[in-house]
């Protein structure tokens, strides 16, 4: 069982929807929680950070982090075409800045 | 600009010839990793560094080497290629205080060995 489970998708969803993006994860010591962007042939761009349980926003998107269920979402309200691309989340249990583990990312499509 | 460069950005090589790709930031980061990206699989890390001649491994570490000589550089070394380690690959540079985090990544150096 990997560490960190991601649906894979493809997740295709209108214009103007609210997206959820989750992952499930098995390790209890993860306590620093992060969701990358990622657009085709680039690199991945650091979207939210968020330690230990709880919400965070930052304009159209909320992370939300549930430790007691090993469970973290990434909302997207008011999608658009622009937010197309694949999202990955991430975590570790001591720093940020030490061993990080990914899950596999999902492919999101915004229909105009 | 904040930036994160790789070099090469493409490399087709064969098996056994020893590589080097550099990665440079200029954020006068602390933390500097290497990730190696393949379908299915995610973002795998290699190798990390929390300073100047201080690193760790990563997840999958076997097959490469790191080094870090100074703050800005952090250099990923195949002594000896193999097909397996086809893959895309990045280096990142991080800072942390507090609740404060930012991390870039670099473009991405597509590497082909046969």
């Known amino acids: 069982q990997k560490e960190v489970e991601q649906d894979p998708g493809p997740l295709s969803v209108p214009e103007g929807a609210i997206v959820s993006l989750n992952c499930t994860y098995s390790n209890s010591a993860f306590q620093y929680f992060m969701w990358y962007r990622q657009y085709s042939r680039k690199g991945p761009e650091l979207l939210m950070y968020?330690?230990?349980?709880g919400n965070k926003e930052d304009g159209r998107f909320t992370a939300q982090v549930d430790k007691s269920s090993k469970y973290i979402s990434l909302f997207i309200r008011d999608s658009q075409p622009s937010d197309s691309a694949t999202y990955l989340c991430a975590m570790t249990p001591y720093s940020s800045a030490s061993k990080i583990i990914f899950g596999s990312g999902t492919r999101l499509s915004i229909r105009p | 600009e904040a930036q994160v460069t790789q070099n090469p950005r493409y490399l087709i090589t064969v098996t056994g010839k020893k590589l080097t790709v550099t990665c440079s930031q200029n954020m006068n980061h602390e933390y500097m990793s290497w990730y190696r990206q393949d379908p299915g699989l995610g973002l795998r890390q290699i190798y990390y560094s929390m300073n100047v001649e201080v690193t760790d491994k990563g997840d999958v570490p076997e097959g490469y080497k790191v080094s870090r000589k100074e703050k800005r550089n952090f250099p990923l070394i195949l002594e000896s290629p193999s097909p397996n380690q086809t893959s895309l690959y990045f280096c990142?540079?991080?800072?942390?205080?507090?609740?404060?985090?930012?991390?870039?990544f670099g473009p991405g150096t597509r590497l082909t060995v046969t």
């Open positions: 968020t330690y230990s349980s």
């Open positions: 990142a540079s991080s800072f942390e205080a507090g609740s404060s985090y930012e991390q870039y």
